[in-house]
């Protein structure tokens, strides 16, 4: 698996150890984060552009799950290391191995609107090359994932908690959520059920009817009210400007840049789960309400 240090890696690790399968967790030389893995993972630090090294580290396996993602950028190559071309080094080392191995995509919804930002164009471009694999490929696109670790999610939680609802876009917004270690269990569900799920794209929900909108979210993480705290789009793009150049100064990778914006205030980021369950019988556990109360009892906060 690569990205197996990430917050969604780490928990599709410890899901796949737990229900006996062997994990071959792929991780960069140069990360800080091996630590976070679990130990009964085997380690493999190489590059994503080492396609003899993903040969060797995939020579006893019999699935690749590609978990590796950038995030974080202002233009189209910076995510185009983690989300193209490291994907089109998986391809090339799976069509180099000496048996079948076939290949799960973790991609994004935002794969769907590719034209709101580099990031989701990079995830498109993604999916594309990943249904060139050799073998049998399947590709899922979760919402916005959110559990313990996550740094993403956990500001717009923590601020509901505190009984303030930050809104972004249309107040008639919808989108779907997902808990972590529901998606890990997706993929387990995925390795069980492969060959029903070939050469098909799937969108992965937490089963609440049509998404949320802002009020449903916040009820379901703060029952005891909200004050809703609208915040204009102009404001946005004015703070995702200066962010952008404040990372052109400072060197940095930015979360907060103008093409996330369009992603903010996207009206509708709702999918479905139903296709990936009537084809391998998964369902989500974990609600929003459990969710967000485990997100933050496993942080202490």
């Known amino acids: 698996m690569t990205g197996a240090s990430g917050f969604i890696g780490r928990a599709i690790t410890r899901i796949l150890l737990d229900a006996g399968y062997g994990v071959h967790a792929i991780v960069r030389p140069e990360s800080q984060h091996s630590e976070w ?29 590609y978990c590796a993602g950038s995030v974080r950028g202002t233009s189209t190559a910076d995510f185009a290391a983690a989300n193209v071309a490291g994907v089109q080094s998986a391809i090339e080392a799976i069509a180099s191995c000496d048996h079948a191995v076939d290949l799960l ?25 990943a249904r060139g694999a050799p073998n049998r490929w399947c590709v899922l696109r979760p919402p916005a994932v959110y559990g313990p670790g996550d740094t993403e999610m956990r500001l717009l939680f923590h ?14 917004a919808r989108f779907s959520l997902l808990y972590v270690d529901d998606l890990a269990r997706g993929v387990e569900a995925w390795l069980r059920n492969r060959a029903t799920c070939q050469q098909q794209v799937f969108g992965l929900d937490d089963g609440h ?4 909108a802002w009020q449903e979210l916040a009820d379901a993480i703060n029952p005891h009210g909200t004050v809703r705290l609208p915040i204009p789009r102009g404001v946005l793009r004015i703070s995702a400007a200066a ?8 060197s940095y990778s930015p979360m907060l840049t103008r093409g996330k914006v369009r992603e903010l205030c996207h ?15 998964w369902c989500p556990r974990v609600g929003l309400a459990d969710g967000s109360a485990r997100m933050f009892s496993s942080e202490g906060g």
């Not at 995509?105 to 999916?127: T, V």
């Not at 009817?209 to 949320?212: K, Q, R, V």
């Not at 962010?243 to 400072?250: G, P, Q, S």
């Not at 009206?267 to 019988?281: E, I, K, L, R, Y």
């Open 209 to 212: 009817p049509g998404g949320y």
């Open 267 to 281: 009206p509708d980021w709702v999918c479905d789960n139903a296709d990936f369950s009537a084809a391998t019988g």
């Open 37 to 65: 893995l679990d130990g009964r993972a085997h380690l493999c630090r190489l590059h994503l552009h080492d396609v003899q090294g993903l040969v060797t580290a995939l020579a006893e396996c019999e699935a690749l799950v």
């Open 159 to 172: 601020c509901i908690r505190r009984g303030v609802l930050p809104t972004f876009g249309s107040a008639n």
């Open 243 to 250: 962010n952008e150049f404040a990372a052109r100064v400072f």
């Open 105 to 129: 995509l973790i991609s994004s919804l935002a794969a769907s609107q590719p034209n709101l930002s580099h990031y989701a164009a990079s995830k498109r471009h993604g999916e594309n090359l």
